[in-house]
């Protein structure tokens, strides 16, 4: 993942391998080695690594190419961990999935091998290039490997049980949700229906997020319903619904402090973040042809009904909004509850252009 992202920046600053070699003060086959994952720059000291930043930046590349290629790094060490674990156990106090609270940008970078789509924060980085050869249009990871990633995060999905493993838990069993085969798709139905059946406390925000997971792992499947059911389960205003707020707040980046477990997302201040990001993300999110419409939308619903400032003091948020808005109303295909929420947010917008 980081000798790709550092061929993107490379390519973004209209330097070739050799030209970077020079600037950089090494062997162009050094180059070749960190671009092809030979070399690997986690293996770098830090020293090192922030030389190679400034060389990128000084070639021309955003200044955000450090950022880029750390986060990279950690999906490197994500993914290392997983593929040679296969389906061994490894201890939960040194797994990379229990390190931190993962955000969107950190998720997309490691299952950018598998969706094959490039994450939203990278693409400024990807400008045509002259290509002298067949070369990679993204990170790779064969058949055997991804069945061995996947095969770990079962593991960790069924063994994975003590409230201090909650987060390892549940940021194995959202990747899992990426996976095709049979099996995992079973695992996710067995999960959705043990977590379904449990009442959600409002103080407990492991169960909330344990059912979230598994809701939104199965609407990707065509199983919308399971979704609509967590939905149900919060009102504008209660506890899971912040809950909620905070969670999507940090999972764009709105939220910035990093967290180490999930319990920020009872105690975090809704009025710490802003939400005009947060108003854009759900905004291209609403379609009713997506397989995540009904928590979406009931997102967008919640976070408008909370701070109905944004739609009067960004006015510039308002015409995207107006067109999905006009989208949904338009379609037959909605339950009650979104089509008053699509009716309720068509007021808002009114309310607004007074």
């Known amino acids: 993942m980081a000798g790709f992202v550092l061929k993107l920046a490379r390519q973004s600053a209209g330097a070739t391998q050799d030209q970077f070699a ?21 293996a770098m000291q830090t020293r090192d690594f922030l030389r ?30 997983a593929v040679d674990a296969g389906p061994a156990w490894l201890d939960p106090a040194q797994h990379p999935l229990a390190d ?8 997309n970078l490691i299952t950018w091998p598998i969706t094959g789509i490039l994450p939203e924060q990278l693409r400024p980085l990807a400008v045509p290039a002259r290509r002298r050869g067949p070369t990679a249009s993204q990170p790779v990871l064969y058949p055997d490997e991804r069945a061995r990633f996947f095969d770990h995060l079962l593991t960790i999905a069924d063994r994975a049980c003590g409230t201090d493993q909650a987060l390892l838990r549940r940021q ?24 379904s059946r449990q009442t959600i406390h409002t103080d407990n925000v492991n169960r909330l997020l344990e ?17 609509r059911h967590f ?67 009931h997102t967008l619903f919640t976070l408008i009904a909370s701070r109905p400032s944004l739609l009067t003091d960004w006015p510039h948020l308002r015409p995207p909004l107006e067109e999905a808005v006009e989208v ?5 295909e909605l339950t009650r509850a979104e089509r008053d929420q699509f009716a309720g947010l068509h007021y808002a917008l009114r309310i607004a252009d007074r």
Do not use: C, K
């Open 100 to 107: 931190n609270v993962h955000r969107r940008s950190l998720t």
């Open 328 to 332: 949904g109303l338009s379609t037959d």
């Open 231 to 297: 939905t149900t389960a919060m009102t504008t205003g209660s506890t899971p619904d912040v809950a909620n707020l905070n969670y999507w707040a940090y999972w764009i980046g709105e939220l910035r402090e990093d967290h180490i477990d999930d319990a920020f997302m009872l105690h975090a201040d809704p009025r710490s973040w802003g939400g005009v990001h947060l108003l854009e993300h759900l905004t291209r999110r609403v379609a009713p042809s997506s397989p995540h419409l009904p928590l979406n939308l």
């Open 22 to 42: 020079e600037a950089a003060g090494v062997d162009v086959t050094t180059v070749q080695g960190w671009e092809s994952g030979r070399r690997p720059l986690a």
């Open 52 to 81: 190679l930043r400034s060389t990128l930046t000084r070639l021309g590349a955003p200044a955000s190419v450090g950022r880029h290629l750390h986060e990279a790094i950690e999906a490197d060490v994500v993914l290392a961990a």
């Open 211 to 227: 059912t979230r997971s598994a809701s939104v792992a199965l609407a990707g499947r065509g199983d919308g319903d399971v979704l």
């Open 172 to 195: 194995a069993v959202y990747l899992l949700s990426f996976d095709q085969r049979p099996a995992s798709v079973d695992w996710l139905r067995g999960e959705w229906a043990r977590a």
